[in-house]
Structure formats: C-alpha cells, structure tokens
C-alpha cells in the first residue's frame, strides 16, 4: 500500500511535535524543518485538529501542539484518517471478465487488514528516539 503525501506529512507534523511536549510550535516551523510546502501542511494540521490530534492557539503567541500524548496516537489511527479510500481495488466500475469469480481483491484485502493491524501495535512515540529528535532539532 502506497500513503499519500498528507499521510506522510501527519506523521511528521506528529513526531516533530512529539518531540516538542508541552511547548507549541507553528505551522511554518514545521513546514520549514521538513521542506514542506506551508499550505500543504495547513491542510493536514487543519484535519489533525478537527479530529483532536493536534489543539490549535490562535494569535501572535499562539501555535499548535499535540492534544493527546505520543503514546496514544497509533499509527493505524492516521493512515485510516488522512487516507481518502483503503480499498486496495476499485473492481465495481471495472469491466472485468473475472469479477465474479476473482479472489485477488480477497486476497489484498486480507493483506490490508494485516497491515492495518500491524500498525495498531505502533504509536508516535515509537517513532521518536533520540537520534530522531536531534536530526528534527538539529
């Protein structure tokens, strides 16, 4: 399975600030530490927040911090959330002569629900170590 680059960039917004606890960053810091294009990020932290990853402070000395801690965020959570669709195939507006009898989309299938349980077992916080944190803050 392929993620998307808002997926990819969740996961970094996350760990940046996970290794930042209790202190709020913007959104351009973020943005600039990883190359990221500022509205891109904008994007993503605006759908982190309207789902309680992130909590948002608005105005001058504001900025933005993770509402939950690292260890309760899991992996599955984000890619389920910044994912548009987890269907390995779009076999309905196919013209398929196999479509009926098919076992690949089964078969993908199967091997999604693996994967996404496999990501269940990982947080951010497994994501961030020491050598992470120092190659984030230089």
Do not use: W
Request: a positive charge; proline letters at 3%; glycine letters at 6%.
């Amino acid at each position: 399975m392929q993620l998307t680059r808002h997926t990819d960039y969740a996961f970094r917004a996350l760990i940046y600030l996970a290794s930042m606890p209790e202190q709020t960053v913007t959104i351009g810091t973020i943005s600039d530490v990883f190359n990221i294009p500022k509205s891109h990020m904008m994007k993503v932290i605006s759908r982190l927040t309207s789902k309680g990853y992130i909590c948002s402070i608005r105005g001058k000395m504001g900025g933005i911090s993770l509402a939950k801690p690292a260890q309760d965020i899991t992996l599955k959570e984000i890619v389920v959330l910044m994912e548009k669709t987890l269907v390995p195939f779009d076999c309905v507006g196919q013209n398929c002569l196999i479509l009926k009898s098919c076992r690949l989309n089964t078969a993908f299938q199967g091997a999604q629900s693996k994967y996404l349980e496999y990501l269940q077992g990982y947080t951010i916080a497994d994501m961030l170590d020491e050598e992470t944190a120092q190659r984030i803050h230089g």
